[in-house]
């Protein structure tokens, strides 16, 4: 790992105004390369508020955003975003096919510079434990599992160098569970050292399984958890 995080957050803080609740306590976080972590904790506690934070999906009202070392300037967001990668729980999807899915990132300027690659694809879906005939199925017709498959694999075509996985799986059967955590599990491992993640989840076994250090929050508090926490 290199001494330079590849995200800091420093000091950030996320309010509600409108309810006068402070929803992240300042909180001051690294994660650097070849860091897989997870983060559990109780419904409602800010897990996703922090992921949201980290992804510069919401504004902060203090603290900042460090990437490589440097602040995120406004210009640099996008280009923020398509290297730190934020995975929601229920995907949004275009009418279409997977493929028309796969092919949509590329039609917005910040990927201008990049191609779609089908054969790539194809083989995202293949470590999914999909077929051939996945990319042209209707996304209309995909189940849950697969329309998460079909965001992930939308994601890690752009090869970002940080996935912020908010509950992945949290509404999916086992099998499609499995399939997620093979692909980030293959990501991960295609280029040691060269990827991290954060993994919000309420499952403590799969905490452990796609994780190397854990993490809790407890009413917006982020916190060090203890190793036996996952054996629970």
Known sequence: ?????????????RRDAQRGQTLLQPTTFALRAGERVAITGPSGSGKSVFLRALALLDP???????????????????????????????????????ED????PFELRAYRDVRFDRDRAAALAGQAGRGGDFLGKLASELSGGEAQIAALIRVLQLAPE?????EPTASLDPASSLAIEALVRAWFDAAPGR???????HDLAQAARMSERHLTMRAGVLEEAAPEELRQ
């Open 1 to 13: 790992m290199t001494d330079v995080p590849f995200v800091l957050a420093d000091g950030i803080v």
């Open 195 to 201: 990827h991290a993640s954060m993994w919000v989840s």
């Open 60 to 98: 902060l009202d203090a603290g900042r955003i460090m990437w490589h070392g440097a602040p995120v300037e406004r210009a640099a967001i996008p280009r923020y975003r398509r290297n730190v990668a934020y995975i929601r729980q229920r995907p949004a999807l275009i009418d279409g096919s997977v």
């Open 101 to 104: 899915n796969l092919r949509y």
């Open 162 to 166: 940080v996935l912020l996985l908010d």
